[in-house]
C-alpha cells in the first residue's frame, strides 16, 4: 500500500535537514507527505516487512504551486526518508550500512478482511499506527521509479528504487484509506504531522522491485 496525503508546509519543513529541499508545493500552505507499506516476502536479506514516510522534494528549487496536483511532478522524484520501521534485525543494519536509512525495529503484522487490508506497527508494547487501505479493482500500472534520499555526515546520499510493472488499483477517495496513530512516542510525533486529505492511495497485492546502494551525494 502507498498513500499520499496533504500537510502543511511548516510542519514538512521542520523534518527536512537541508535548506537545500524544497517539498512540493500542493498548494501555499501545502506540500506533500507518502507513506507506504510493504511485504517483502523474498528478498536478499530473506523475508521482512517495512513501513516509510517520505517528503518529496525539489533540491534548490522551489516548486511551483499545484506540483504534484495541476503541475506535473518530476519524473524520477527525490523523496526524502525520516521515518523507516522493519521487522527484522538484518533489513534494519543493511539499510544503515548500505544508505544511512533511519530504521529502527517494530512489529509490523499484515492482516485482511474481503474488503480491506490492515498494516499494524507497534514497539514496545505500544501502538505507533495503524493503517488500512481497501481492495480496488486492479488495472496494468507502468514501471515507478524514485530516488530515496537520507542524511549521513552532512551530506544527502541518494539512491534509487526501481519498482515493475504491476497490476494496481488507485484511488483518490480518502474513503479508501484509514489511519490512525497510537500513544507510542513516534506515533505522536508522526500524528503532530497534521496529514490531511489522501491525494491518491495505491494498492499493489504483488510485484518486483530493485533498491540500489548510495549512487550520488550532495553536501547538506
Not at 77 to 86: G, S, T
Not at 176 to 189: A, Q, S
Request: aromatic share 8%; proline share 7%; glycine share 6%.
Amino acid at each position: 500500500m502507498a498513500v499520499f496525503m496533504i500537510a502543511p508546509l511548516e510542519k514538512i519543513k521542520s523534518i527536512l535537514p537541508s535548506k537545500r529541499m524544497h517539498p512540493f508545493r500542493l498548494t501555499p500552505w501545502h506540500g506533500m507527505v507518502t507513506m507506504s507499506a510493504s511485504q517483502h516476502k523474498e528478498s536478499d536479506i530473506g523475508p521482512y516487512n517495512g513501513v516509510n514516510i517520505g517528503v518529496p522534494f525539489v533540491l534548490d528549487k522551489a516548486t511551483p504551486v499545484f506540483t504534484g496536483i495541476l503541475r506535473k511532478a518530476p519524473d524520477v522524484p527525490l523523496i526524502y526518508v525520516p521515518y523507516l520501521a522493519v521487522n527484522t534485525e538484518i533489513a534494519r543494519v543493511t539499510g544503515i550500512e548500505l544508505a544511512n536509512n533511519p530504521g529502527f525495529l517494530a512489529e509490523i503484522q499484515f492482516a485482511e478482511d474481503d474488503q480491506w487490508i490492515h498494516c499494524v506497527v507497534n514497539a514496545d508494547g505500544s501502538n505507533i499506527l495503524k493503517l488500512s487501505g481497501r481492495k480496488l479493482n486492479l488495472k496494468k500500472f507502468p514501471r515507478q521509479r524514485f530516488c530515496p534520499v537520507t542524511v549521513k555526515d552532512n551530506r544527502l546520499l541518494r539512491s534509487e528504487y526501481n519498482f515493475s510493472k504491476s497490476d494496481t488499483g488507485v484511488s483518490r477517495k480518502s474513503s479508501d484509506v484509514r489511519l490512525e496513530f497510537g500513544d507510542h512516542p513516534m506515533g505522536m510525533k508522526l500524528k503532530e504531522l497534521n496529514l490531511g486529505k489522501v491525494i491518491q492511495y495505491q494498492y499493489c497485492p504483488s510485484g518486483q522491485a530493485i533498491l540500489t546502494t548510495v549512487t550520488e551525494s550532495y553536501p547538506v
